[in-house]
């Protein structure tokens, strides 16, 4: 087709220039005087005629324009064709990375759910060494306090239970308990006076309650005698010196797992007549839940 092109050109150019010549002649007038003869002149063959030149010269720059054109015509078909692979290269790309986040989203969604499932594994451990492992419980029997009576009488000395709960041993147990009028942490013998409770060391299921009885001390906060803390201040205001019971429970289950357990009681006196002996209750108070250490 560009042959085609080049070569109509051509002979456009010199169908041009050959009326042009054409019409110069036709336009110069005829000779009103009868020239001389001239000579005789050889005549040139035709291409060496001076009009041909102007054919000649046009020709050359049809094909050199034709071949500049060829030449544009091949560099922008290239680019075409850069420009499909790049087209190409970019859809690839674009699937490339919608697959790259479609296996990130997989891979999250598989990681939450190994995730998920080693969170439902350890809760099921959890659960199942929570039911198996050991447990205990402090039980203060109800005191019935006499300030009649000195404080080192029967009378006045608590008794505590501690029970073992769950279905395996419990190893390494120790016990430490502290009986005082008004808070224990303020009492002079808090961090001295600390009864160590009559346990063994290993206590299994089929052994599991274990009691005994803890003095009071004989001081209070305020270096009182607690008999006569309590005598005075009943009969003066019909209350009674806050009484408590305080101390922990150190020990190591099956699993090898240590675990502390902390107790505060308060005794709270129940009757409000003036008579003897003084009927109470203890509650709670503080924390009193098994902490891992």
């Known amino acids: 087709m560009l042959l085609k092109c080049v070569v109509f050109i051509a002979l456009l150019a010199s169908g041009v220039v050959g009326f042009g010549q054409q019409q110069e002649e036709a336009e110069s007038p005829p000779s009103a005087v009868a020239?001389?003869?001239?000579?005789?002149?050889?005549?040139?063959?035709?291409?060496?005629?001076?009009?041909?030149?102007?054919?000649?010269?046009?020709?050359?720059?049809?094909?050199?324009?034709?071949?500049?054109?060829?030449a544009i015509w091949r560099q922008a078909d290239s680019m075409g064709v850069q420009t499909g692979r790049m087209s190409r290269q970019a859809d690839l790309m674009n699937r490339q990375t919608t697959i790259a986040i479609e296996s990130v989203r997989v891979s999250r969604e598989a990681a939450d759910a190994a995730k998920a499932s080693a969170d439902a594994a350890t809760a099921q451990i959890q659960a199942m060494k929570d039911?198996?492992?050991?447990?205990?419980?402090?039980?203060?029997?109800?005191?019935?306090?006499?300030?009649?009576?000195?404080?080192?009488?029967?009378?006045?000395?608590?008794?505590?239970?501690?029970?073992?709960?769950g279905q395996t041993e419990a190893h390494d147990v120790k016990g430490h308990?502290?009986?005082?009028?008004?808070?224990?942490?303020?009492?002079?013998?808090?961090?001295?006076?600390?009864?160590?409770?009559?346990?063994?060391?290993?206590?299994?299921?089929?052994?599991?309650?274990?009691?005994?009885?803890?003095?009071?001390?004989?001081?209070?906060?305020?270096?009182?005698?607690?008999?006569?803390?309590?005598?005075?201040?009943?009969?003066?205001?019909?209350?009674?010196?806050?009484?408590?019971?305080?101390?922990?429970?150190?020990?190591?289950?099956?699993?090898?797992?240590?675990?502390?357990?902390?107790?505060?009681?308060?005794?709270?006196?129940?009757?409000?007549?003036?008579?003897?002996?003084?009927r109470g209750k203890w509650i709670k108070e503080g924390d009193n839940v098994e902490q891992k250490v």
């Open 131 to 165: 039911r198996e492992r050991a447990r205990f419980q402090l039980e203060l029997t109800d005191l019935d306090m006499n300030p009649k009576t000195p404080v080192s009488s029967a009378d006045n000395r608590i008794q505590w239970k501690l029970t073992l709960h």
């Open 177 to 278: 308990l502290i009986a005082c009028v008004n808070e224990p942490e303020g009492h002079p013998s808090f961090n001295t006076h600390w009864d160590e409770m009559p346990i063994p060391t290993v206590i299994s299921p089929s052994n599991r309650e274990w009691s005994d009885k803890v003095d009071i001390e004989d001081l209070t906060a305020t270096g009182d005698y607690v008999n006569q803390m309590l005598v005075e201040k009943f009969v003066v205001t019909q209350e009674v010196n806050p009484l408590y019971v305080a101390g922990c429970i150190v020990f190591t289950d099956v699993f090898g797992e240590r675990w502390r357990l902390p107790f505060r009681r308060k005794w709270q006196r129940m009757s409000s007549a003036m008579s003897f002996p003084i």
């Open 35 to 70: 020239s001389a003869p001239t000579p005789s002149i050889p005549q040139q063959p035709w291409y060496h005629r001076p009009e041909w030149v102007n054919v000649f010269v046009t020709g050359a720059y049809v094909i050199i324009s034709g071949i500049t054109l060829f």
